[in-house]
């Protein structure tokens, strides 16, 4: 063991880390918070979602969300009545998964149009 302290040892440097209290990311979160929110209501949309599949999924993008910063979002869409969630018995354990409601469907359709806006003026040369 080391002095290390534990939130150092995870530390990846070509990750985005959402959830650090490490100042350097705290642009970093503001700018992405609106983008995970969209990531995560695209995949509602498509499939009910549960919590850690969708740190993995996040994670396969490049963002690193603790449960502790995931949860709250989730839960803030779902108050927003974009998702709905129910308990689901999955083996021993009860786990929450969570689906677009017919409006999360809704704002998400006017969100692609803006995103396909926003990228055709960020990619265009
Ligand atoms: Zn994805």
Request: hydrophobic share 30%.
């Amino acid at each position: 063991m080391t002095g290390t302290p534990d939130c150092r040892m995870h530390y990846n440097r070509n990750a985005i880390t959402v959830s650090d209290m490490d100042s350097s990311n705290d642009s970093q979160q503001y700018l992405y918070s609106g983008l995970i929110r969209l990531h995560i209501l695209h995949h509602a949309s498509k499939e009910p979602i549960f919590g850690l599949g969708m740190i993995e999924e996040l994670a396969r993008h490049g963002y690193r969300l603790s449960p502790g910063t995931l949860y709250p979002i989730m839960h803030g869409l779902e108050k927003k009545g974009l998702l709905r969630s129910k308990e689901q018995r999955v083996g021993g354990k009860i786990r929450r998964v969570y689906s677009a409601t017919p409006s999360g469907r809704k704002a998400l359709d006017s969100a692609k149009e803006r995103v396909r806006e926003l990228f055709g003026e960020l990619f265009e040369d």
